[in-house]
């Protein structure tokens, strides 16, 4: 099957598994897979699974990238972090749709490959730091939307406090370390007033405190 063919398979698993967002379907087929998957697994690029990068990480499963990226709301005024840069993939998505994203990734050596990835396909509206991103990005906050991509035992103080509190939401995934009790929520903020909502089942690769380097 040609990768075209492969690409609107996929399109349509994503329709039927509730991704409804024009949008949204639009940037997913906009962002080649294929340029953010290792190269053992190049034939499963458009295949809706998750794979395995570098650093023991992982590339989203494309359904939960569209469910996730759909719950955030985006325009194209918005100023997003990401959490978790990884493969640079959900970035990519994130960097069609909205102004600005600036992603945060704990494990050095994934960043420079990310980096190509976005110079390669000219996205030039993403700013990548590496850091702990459970602290956030504090120079630049507030951001309109929070995305993260590794699950937190629970919802990290700091980010809810750099998310804008004129409709702020961030979506994350929440739950164990083992990947067997975990779900996406989304969290709206207006003044000081929170309202948080389960959303659906996920299974991520946990969000760690401080950076590789940083032996505590
Ligand atoms: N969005 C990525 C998914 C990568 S998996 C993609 O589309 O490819 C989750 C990533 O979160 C991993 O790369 C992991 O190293 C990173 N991560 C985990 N804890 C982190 C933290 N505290 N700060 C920043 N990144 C973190």
């Not at 996929?10 to 290792?38: H, Q, S």
């Not at 100023?79 to 494990?107: D, N």
């Not at 850091?131 to 035992?153: E, M, N, S």
């Not at 779900?183 to 389960?198: A, D, L, M, P, Y």
Request: aromatic letters at 6%; proline letters at 6%; one cysteine or more.
């Amino acid at each position: 099957m040609s990768t075209e063919n492969r690409k609107i398979r996929l399109v349509m698993d994503l329709r039927n598994g509730g991704v409804t967002d024009t949008r949204v379907l639009a940037a997913i087929e906009r962002v080649p897979r294929e340029t953010f998957v290792e190269e053992a697994f190049l034939d499963q690029a458009y295949a809706n699974q998750a794979l395995p990068i570098n650093c023991g990480q992982t590339i989203s499963q494309p359904l939960v990238v569209g469910l996730m990226t759909q719950a955030l709301e985006l325009t194209d005024r918005h100023k997003v972090l990401e959490v978790g840069t990884g493969s640079g993939y959900q970035t990519a998505i994130l960097s069609k749709l909205v102004r600005r994203v600036y992603t945060v990734e704990r494990h050095r050596d994934l960043m420079p490959e990310a980096e190509k990835r976005f110079k390669a396909l000219n996205l030039h509206n993403v700013t990548t730091m590496v850091g702990d991103g459970y602290k956030g990005w504090p120079g630049q906050a507030p951001f309109d939307r929070i995305l993260v991509t590794a699950a937190a035992r629970l919802v990290p103080p700091d980010l809810v406090a750099q998310l804008s509190d004129e409709g702020g939401i961030m979506v994350l995934p929440v739950g164990d370390a083992s990947g067997l009790h975990q779900e996406v929520i989304r969290v709206r903020k207006e003044g000081t007033q929170f309202h948080s909502e389960r959303m659906f089942p996920v299974r991520f690769v946990p969000l760690v405190q401080g950076i590789p380097e940083d032996k505590k």
